[in-house]
Each structure stands twice: as structure tokens, then as C-alpha cells.
């Protein structure tokens, strides 16, 4: 009995323990949401929304300008990412004996562990001194770089999920490979490879070394990919950092809107890993 009892103590010190680590390793990231929100919601309103910034010592403007800018370069990001991460993904899956799968397998992880700032030279080197200037086209490609990892990841470890029955059905009923691929494979693992993508978006939301280097920010309102484009990182680091008070005030406004959003693809990709999971 006495064993029992020192296993149960043992057992509710351990539980309780535990959930009190959990707590504190918690209690950082509801005191920075919390400070975040309460320096930025009073800030925001239509104006504020709708309005582009204004010039130095004039008081109001906004951020349309910076959020229009970050919609064009998650688009180019996404549209560029996206498929070959999908493709790259079904590869690794469908062929992990392949040389190449074996080489995307350990690109995947060296490129996951390179810090932001190196992707942006990267893209400052590759894309920018060739073009000649900066661009939100430039600055979508080097964010796109930044995705893959997450798309290619979470593709191929959904597909691996599947069961082979399901291949092995459509391949009874006479359907080719591509079709299969196609009709049968990828919709059914649908949800985790939409996961990776809101899990890459999330990730490069935030990002502000990378346009450093490759979109450089715009004080006026652009939709010329081809052009220099404000972002909502770029525009908080730089009204962060100025000396004037009406600009900081901005600068936690667009924090509070960048933090909704990037907690909003978050939670909606919890969900839909939490159904995934239950379907398989």
C-alpha cells in the first residue's frame, strides 16, 4: 500500500509539474499578444485601413500602402511555391529510393535550418542585381524559397499517411499512374498538403530580412510587381525605429494587424490538422 501511495504522489507531483512548466513556457507569448494589443487596437480604425501614410510631422495615414504589398507578395510567393512544393512533395513520396528524392529530402532540411537574413542576400544576389532594381517580384521569390520547406514536408508526410489500398483500388480498376495521382492521391491528403501551405504562409508573414534586401518598401501605393513594394514587416521595423511618436503608434497598429493574421492562418491550420487527423 505504501508503494501505491508514493506512486500516486510521485505520479500527481509529475502531472501537476508538468502543467505548471506548461503554464510559464506559455505565459511570454499571452503577455506579448496581450501588450500587442493593447498599444495597436486603439489605433486602428477605418482611416487607419484604408489610408496610405502620411508625410513626416503631419499627424493620421495609414497602412493600406503595407497591406497591399504583403497580399502581392504572398500571392507571388504562393504561386511560385505552391506547385513545385506539391510536386517535389508527391516525388519524395511516390520515389523515396530516388536519388533525387534522397537530394530533396536533405535540401528540405538544410534549407528549413537557414536563417532569413541569408535567403535575402541570396535573393538580393540572384534576382535583384540581375534585374537591376528592387521589386515585389524579387521579394516574392525569395519568400517562396522560404515556403518550400513547409510545403514539400508536409505534402510528402500526408501522402505517406494514405493507405496503399487506396492506390491499389484505382490501379485495379485500369486508371493510369498520372490519373491516379491526380483523382485518387492528392485529394485524399488534401488537407495536410493545405496545412503546409498555411503553416509556409504564416512563416513568411513575418519576415522582414528577406524584403530588406529584395522588395525595400514603398511610401506610396503600388501594384506593379516590378516595382518597389511596402510590406507590413518592413513598415513596422521602419516606423519602430524612427524618432517620431506618430509613427510608432502606426508601427503597433500594423503589429496588432500582422499578429491577427498570422494567428488566424495558425489556428485554421490546427483545425484543419486536427480533422486530417481524424479522418486518418
Not at 83 to 102: Q, Y
Not at 110 to 134: A, E, K, T
Not at 198 to 208: D, M, P, S, V
Request: hydrophobic fraction near 50%.
Amino acid at each position: 500500500m505504501k508503494n501505491i501511495e508514493k506512486r500516486k504522489l510521485k505520479n500527481s507531483v509529475f502531472k501537476y509539474s508538468t502543467v505548471a512548466i506548461a503554464i510559464l513556457a506559455l505565459l511570454p507569448l499571452f503577455f506579448i499578444i496581450f501588450y500587442v494589443f493593447r498599444k495597436g487596437l486603439p489605433v486602428i480604425n477605418w482611416e487607419f485601413l484604408t489610408s496610405v501614410p502620411k508625410s513626416i510631422g503631419e499627424s493620421g495615414g495609414g497602412i493600406l500602402n503595407a497591406m497591399v504589398g504583403t497580399l502581392m507578395l504572398v500571392i507571388i510567393a504562393s504561386a511560385i511555391a505552391v506547385p513545385i512544393g506539391i510536386f517535389a512533395g508527391v516525388l519524395i513520396s511516390e520515389h523515396p529510393d530516388n536519388i533525387i528524392s534522397k537530394m530533396l529530402n536533405l535540401s528540405v532540411e538544410i534549407l528549413q535550418g537557414i536563417p532569413s537574413i541569408v535567403i535575402g542576400l541570396i535573393g538580393y544576389i540572384w534576382i535583384v542585381r540581375q534585374m537591376g532594381h528592387f521589386s515585389a517580384l524579387s521579394g516574392g521569390i525569395t519568400l517562396s524559397i522560404m515556403m518550400l520547406p513547409m510545403i514539400i514536408k508536409h505534402t510528402k508526410e500526408t501522402l505517406e499517411l494514405i493507405p496503399d489500398t487506396l492506390k491499389e483500388s484505382a490501379y485495379a480498376l485500369g486508371i493510369p499512374y498520372y490519373n491516379t495521382l491526380l483523382k485518387v492521391i492528392l485529394p485524399s491528403g488534401l488537407s495536410g498538403i493545405f496545412t503546409g501551405i498555411l503553416l509556409g504562409l504564416a512563416r513568411i508573414a513575418g519576415e522582414t530580412a528577406p524584403l530588406l534586401f529584395t522588395a525595400f518598401g514603398n511610401s506610396y501605393l503600388n501594384v506593379d510587381i516590378l516595382k518597389p513594394v511596402a510590406a507590413l514587416p518592413l513598415l513596422i521595423y521602419n516606423y519602430a525605429t524612427s524618432p517620431y511618436q506618430e509613427w510608432h503608434k502606426i508601427s503597433w497598429g500594423a503589429s496588432c494587424i500582422l499578429v491577427i493574421f498570422v494567428l488566424t492562418l495558425n489556428i485554421i491550420s490546427r483545425l484543419v490538422i486536427k480533422k486530417w487527423k481524424i479522418k486518418y
